[in-house]
């Protein structure tokens, strides 16, 4: 059980199925850009710019848009547009701050609102959306 409140964080987020993806990361470094490629690989959109993240009883972390965001993603020299979201648990977290070089990488985390989650770093491929999606979907092997 956690007595952490909600965290309201720059940030975006999808979710396949009911599992979701905290995406983190510099203003101006692709969250948004990611989340859509996302959605066009099947995820649904849980939050774009900022993201309530809000620990559960039982040690989950549930992802949410704040009200005056709810359904919106911006689509850089596009505009704004509206788009069907709903909240998600999260399952794992992406930074785009920091970028993998290792083929097969140690296993990092990142705790936000006093719940820990797996980390994945940014990978500097054109497959790296594509990967995000297989992870989401099947998960990550033990070393």
Request: aromatic share 2%; hydrophobic share 50%; charged share 15%.
């Amino acid at each position: 059980m956690t007595g952490s409140d909600p965290v309201n964080i720059h940030a975006s987020a999808v979710a396949f199925g009911t599992t979701g993806l905290l995406i983190l990361g510099a203003s101006g470094s692709g969250k948004s850009s990611l989340a859509l490629e996302l959605m066009a690989m099947g995820a649904r959109l849980v939050a774009d710019d900022r993201v309530v993240a809000t620990p559960d009883l039982n040690g989950g972390l549930r992802l949410s848009a704040p009200p005056p965001l709810e359904g919106l993603i911006e689509a850089r020299g596009v505009g704004l547009l509206r788009i069907h979201y709903a909240p998600a648990m999260a399952l794992w977290a992406v930074t785009l701050d920091e970028v993998e070089t290792a083929r097969l990488p140690e296993r990092h985390e990142t705790v936000i609102a006093d719940v820990a989650l797996p980390l994945i770093r940014k990978v500097e491929s054109p497959a790296f959306p594509a990967m995000l999606c297989a992870l989401m979907n099947g998960g990550r092997a033990a070393p």
